[in-house]
């Protein structure tokens, strides 16, 4: 028998590794942050892959994106992804959904995992995505990583789990519900985006700084806790908040929402929560409205704790 896995079942076991092999994964946004959860999902021995992405690579990508070269530019992402993970194992089982999030086939490709990372980088989209993992009561794994060019700069990122209805980004504060407003319900901010899942550059006409590095670490931490969690090692952290410029993670010890409408009011009701409404786009600003988004006001931004 192959030994590959022999190393990663000295510290969980065989048990461990069948329960990862069995496991079936959905990225949505396979991006520089999303290829390396790819590349190391692989690694662990996951078994099945499910790559949501609407975007092509373009040049500028290529600073981060994991696994790819000059040919590739215009290529769409979620082959990118699948061919990274099978040039690490060829029997992985990897299907695609070359779409937005606010998709029939990609709520059905979230509907279907058995666990599901956002690596995403619109506020709309998390709580679209939280929304949808909180009805279905499937963990979900949010993971975000940021670059602020100031003097000095900072940079890090954060790790959500919602794993089984205790915490989330909304009720652990960490979710910008302003912005997520403008996401889903002002017609200006949703053309300025395509559809709900990532911004339009040439709209900005700039795009932020994002480093390699950065987006590798905030991976590790998010594909850490779910193998932990997966394996039986540990519970996942609800929340993990990488400082790079300060080389420190912090875990957080604040108290969920007793009464959060994610994790308790529609968590496991299925069609019931009405998240299916996002699907109607575009669609008049009551429709897509947020529910009970204001217990949701951050009170920070990625990098501004303390």
């Known amino acids: 028998m192959s030994d590959r896995f022999d190393r ?4 969980f076991g065989k048990a461990g590794q069948d329960l990862l092999r069995k496991a079936r994964v959905t990225i949505v946004g396979v991006g520089g942050l999303g290829t390396h959860v790819v590349q190391q999902l692989a690694l ?4 099945g892959l499910v790559l949501v992405d609407d975007q092509r690579l373009d040049e500028s990508n290529r600073n981060r994106y994991v696994g790819v070269g000059p040919g590739d530019v215009g290529e769409r992402k979620v082959d990118l992804g699948e061919r990274l993970a099978k040039s690490i194992d060829p029997s992985i089982c990897v299907d695609k959904v070359f ?6 086939d990609a709520f059905e490709a979230v509907k279907q995992a058995d666990y599901i990372f956002g690596c995403l980088d619109n506020e709309g989209a998390r709580l679209v995505l939280t929304e949808l993992c909180a009805a279905y009561a499937h963990p979900y794994i949010d993971a975000a990583s940021d670059v602020v060019p100031a003097s000095p700069p900072a940079y890090g990122g954060r790790v959500c789990v919602a794993w089984d209805g205790d915490g989330c980004a909304i009720c652990l504060s960490v979710l910008d519900a302003k912005e997520a407003r403008e996401d889903l319900e002002n017609p200006e901010a949703r053309r300025d985006r395509d559809a709900i899942y990532g911004v339009r550059r040439e709209l900005l006409g700039h795009s932020g700084p994002s480093i390699v ?5 905030v991976a590790s931490l998010a594909t850490t ?13 609800r929340l993990l908040t990488y400082y790079g410029h300060r080389g420190t993670v912090t875990v957080s010890k604040d108290e969920v929402i007793a009464d959060c409408y994610y994790c ?3 968590r496991a009701t299925g069609v019931r929560a009405g998240v299916e409404r996002y699907l109607a786009s575009p669609c008049p600003s ?3 409205q947020p529910l009970s988004v204001e217990s949701a006001g951050a009170k920070n931004n990625l990098l501004s704790l303390p």
């Open 8 to 11: 990663n079942e000295q510290l």
């Open 44 to 47: 662990l021995g996951v078994g």
């Open 99 to 104: 779409a937005s999030l606010v998709t029939v």
């Open 213 to 217: 590095s950065v987006n590798g670490v």
């Open 225 to 237: 806790e779910f193998m932990v969690a997966v394996t039986g090692i540990r519970r996942p952290q």
């Open 264 to 266: 308790k009011g529609i």
């Open 286 to 288: 009551k429709r897509c």
